[in-house]
């Protein structure tokens, strides 16, 4: 599928996790998925480690960038290897005002240590389900 969602309901900490070869279409069915869940963190962490290939236009991250984060969220994205990294970076700096609360980071360790987590306890989500309230 080309990502995995996943909750540490202990520390409201939702993952999106890529994997493999991403596209625009990877990261739009990733958006959708993630609206279906209707999952409302504390913490998004966004792990770009097992991407091997991304195909993303600069101006599909520039769109992404311009969209509204949700208030009170921090957000961290890792990115280990280069190409994501700078992809991140200019994620980053082109939502600079609007995503105030978002670090780019190479690994997960940074990424758990930015939020104050040691040890996060992940479960999966369904891609296709919705979670209620007393999943959360």
């Known amino acids: 599928m080309g990502f995995r969602l996943e909750f540490d309901q202990a520390n409201q900490i939702f993952l999106i996790a890529f994997e493999g070869e991403i596209d625009e279409r990877t990261v739009a069915d990733c958006s959708a998925a ?7 963190p504390l ?30 969220v921090r957000q961290v994205i890792v990115a280990p290897q280069n190409v ?19 670090h780019v980071v190479r690994t997960m360790r940074e990424a758990l240590d930015i939020i104050g987590v040691k040890s996060p306890s992940f479960s ?13």
């Open 34 to 40: 993630v609206r279906r869940v209707g999952v409302a």
């Open 84 to 102: 994501m990294y700078g992809l991140s970076r200019m994620f980053q700096i082109e939502g600079d005002e609007a995503w105030d609360d978002l």
């Open 43 to 72: 913490f998004t962490i966004i792990d770009n480690t097992g991407v091997t290939r991304a195909d993303i236009s600069s101006e599909q991250i520039r769109s992404a960038a311009r969209r509204t984060p949700t208030k009170g």
């Open 124 to 136: 999966p989500i369904p891609i296709n389900q919705r979670m209620t309230e007393s999943d959360r």
